[in-house]
């Protein structure tokens, strides 16, 4: 099986990011304009807009209330399908495979010259790092007892994230599949969204995390993603005299 899933693996993230028809290129303006007013209001309140934090704000509160209901109801509706499908996209959030699959992606996309792959790759490698970074650590303050330790969704230890069974909150698989697909999705189609979408099912019915857990590591791998993806649009702004630079 481990062999049949890594081969999807690398099928799927051929199939999806490298265009069939062609290599389009990204058009990077450097040239400076002069403007007599012109406020930036800045990538981050591109990215995480009033709307946006409302809403996931009302997801992962909701997705609390939710834990106990969606992890039985999981556990009710196990079969062979949902079996083999979550063994497969399982495989997605696994950093030992994801993290090589996109420094593969980059070289690919650099040797080729074709600069929209090479970006999008890179943008999802920075998305990664900066996402490893605030869940492991969030992991270790939580210190959230796993489904399968059947202590309970509200069983939280401050600072006992020190083993893989108290670090279930937030997912690790959830943040690694959003972070590094979201970047491609924006970029290429957002049918990759179901790549993701499906690590995030497959943590919850495994049993190995709580439908908060992939919530909040889902949400921290998308802003992530979606960040570094939309830095490549910003504008700039160097001092007053309405110099602007687009990188």
């Known amino acids: 099986m481990k062999h049949y899933s890594i081969s999807l693996f690398l099928y799927l993230i051929a199939f ?4 069939i028809s062609g290599y389009s290129q990204v058009k990077i303006d ?8 012109r406020l930036n209001p800045g990538l981050g309140k591109k990215v995480f807009t009033k709307e946006n934090l409302l ?21 009710l509706n196990q079969n062979s399908f949902l079996d083999s499908y979550t063994n497969i ?6 950093k030992k495979y994801i993290a090589p699959a996109t420094f593969a992606a980059w070289v690919i996309g650099t040797a080729i010259k074709d600069e929209r792959l090479s970006t999008t790759a890179l943008n999802s490698g920075k998305a990664l790092i900066t996402a490893a970074i605030l869940t492991e650590g969030t992991k270790i303050i939580a210190g959230r007892s796993r489904p399968d330790m059947n202590r309970g969704n509200m069983h939280f230890d401050a600072f006992g994230g020190k083993n893989n069974d108290t670090k279930s909150f ?5 943040f690694v599949s959003w972070a590094v ?3 491609f999705a924006e970029e290429y189609s957002k049918w990759i969204y179901v790549i993701p979408a499906s690590v995030s099912f497959a943590r919850m019915y495994k049993n190995r995390h709580w439908f908060s857990d992939v ?17 490549k ?8 005299n309405g110099i602007i630079i687009k990188f």
């Open 233 to 240: 649009n910003q504008s700039v702004i160097f001092d007053g």
């Open 16 to 19: 999806l990011i490298i265009p």
């Open 215 to 231: 919530v909040l590591g889902g949400g921290i791998g998308y802003f992530a993603g979606l960040y570094f993806h939309k830095r």
């Open 55 to 75: 809403v996931f704000g009302g997801l992962l509160g909701t997705s609390f209330l939710l834990d106990e209901w969606s992890n039985k109801r999981l556990k």
């Open 170 to 174: 937030p997912s690790g698989h959830a």
């Open 30 to 37: 450097t040239t400076a304009t002069f403007q007599k007013e």
């Open 181 to 183: 697909f979201t970047p």
């Open 89 to 94: 996209f399982n495989e997605f959030g696994e």
